[in-house]
């Protein structure tokens, strides 16, 4: 079953500060978070296997609360390169198979 | 870092002929590879997963007879679309890592269009 992202959509401007939400039905083992360029393929940035990780740099990190099923990935200080959307990829219950949320659209200006 | 190449990057056919699309490891084996269809705006949907020396598993509602996948080798599988139609022309993209578990690294994608 895909996992939920919210928002849909952000439109920031440069400097600010966006989070992005993933939910899963399901108990979790693992999330994954990958931005994609309009006609690239994605680019993965973290994965986090634990719950209560959190992981990243400074600028992009994300957690993972493993009761709750959810992962968060934070973008602080966005940058035009942050510009994309990010999917948020789940495994779970011994299936090895990441399941992808419908992504969010990031879209960030000058 | 790791790096899976998919060709081609784009291919038009004509309605009735077939289309094979190739990904491959680079760089590590993959016993296991996972093949996407995109539709623009949408998420990565994931058609069949890939199982080197054996049958590929399809997900619910994809027609295994339209798309053949085989994975020969550690490092190469193939998508073949067969009798291609317009409905079919999307954004495939192709994913593999080096072990059960991990990042997962994806081709560049292969654009078709199915005239």
């Known amino acids: 079953q895909q996992p939920v992202q919210s928002p849909q959509a952000v439109i920031l401007r440069e400097g600010e500060d966006a989070v992005i939400n993933c939910s899963s039905s399901k108990a979790l083992y693992s999330v994954h978070w990958y931005r994609q360029k309009h006609g690239e393929a994605p680019v993965f940035l973290m994965i986090?296997?634990?719950?209560?990780e959190q992981k990243g740099h400074e600028k992009i990190s994300a957690s993972f609360n493993e009761k709750k099923q959810q992962s968060s990935l934070y973008l602080t200080a966005s940058q035009l390169s942050y510009s994309g959307t990010y999917f948020c990829g789940t495994e779970s219950g011994g299936s090895y198979i990441p399941t992808f949320g419908r992504g969010t659209s990031l879209i960030v200006h000058p | 870092g790791a790096v899976v190449s998919q060709h081609p990057s784009r291919v038009i056919c004509k309605s009735g002929t077939s289309v094979k699309i190739e990904c491959r490891s680079l760089d590590f084996q993959a016993t296991t590879m996972f093949w996407y269809r995109q539709f623009p705006k949408q998420s990565l949907m994931l058609m069949a997963t890939?199982?080197?020396?054996?049958?590929?598993?399809?997900e619910q509602g994809v027609e295994k007879d339209k798309f053949l996948i085989n994975h020969a080798s550690l490092t190469l599988s193939t998508l073949t679309v067969t009798s291609a139609h317009p409905e079919d022309s999307s954004f495939y993209i192709c994913?593999?890592?080096?072990?059960?578990?991990?990042?997962?690294?994806f081709g560049e994608g292969s654009r078709l269009t199915v005239l």
């Open positions: 986090l296997l634990k719950g209560g």
């Open positions: 890939s199982n080197e020396g054996s049958k590929a598993t399809y």
């Open positions: 994913s593999a890592r080096p072990g059960l578990t991990g990042e997962l690294f």
